[in-house]
């Protein structure tokens, strides 16, 4: 398909904004489960914001062949999603008369270096996730949203900077016709 004008699309699974969105679906889930009432409604908002960062990376990727547009647009949407989230966790947070980690505290170090290593997963953070109190698991939650909303950040600038040099669906079809024409010619 490369050689046509719907350009290879999809990969999400290497991008580092997926990867780390999983973390923290993961982790929200876990979260929810430990220190919320299943019959609390935060409960179900929690795991579906994080699930909507996740899945509208997937869907953005997968739609970018044939529409930059839609892919810009489920970005953000992802991005504004674990945005909610982060809000959630910082409710619960100051609701539980807990200490926000101001970023550039020990412990937000700490869990930021965590995100530096090859083949970060759940598994890098689950000791942490599993044993600590509500109040440090949301703030290792809250580091790991930070991460993955700069690398949406990041992933949005590049879509745009994209889409300026290279154009929409409509750019390349007409490309792509005109230059299928011009090979028809007769010489």
Known sequence: MSSGFIPAHGGYQDLVSYQ??????DVTVRFCD??????????DQMIQAARSGKQNIIEGSMASGTSKETEIKLTNVAR????????????YIRNQDGQLWDKGSEQA???RGLGRKNGESYQTYRRFVETRDGIVVANIAVCL???????????IRQLEQ????????????YRARTDARGRQRPK
């Open 20 to 25: 780390k969105s999983v973390i923290v679906y």
């Open 34 to 43: 430990r220190f919320l009432s299943k019959f609390d409604r935060t409960v």
């Open 80 to 91: 504004a999603s674990l945005e909610e989230l982060l809000e959630d966790y910082r409710d």
């Open 109 to 111: 170090l700490y869990v």
């Open 145 to 155: 949203v930070h991460q993955t909303n700069y690398m949406l950040d990041r992933q």
């Open 162 to 173: 994209a889409f300026l040099s290279e154009g929409g669906l409509r750019e390349r079809m």
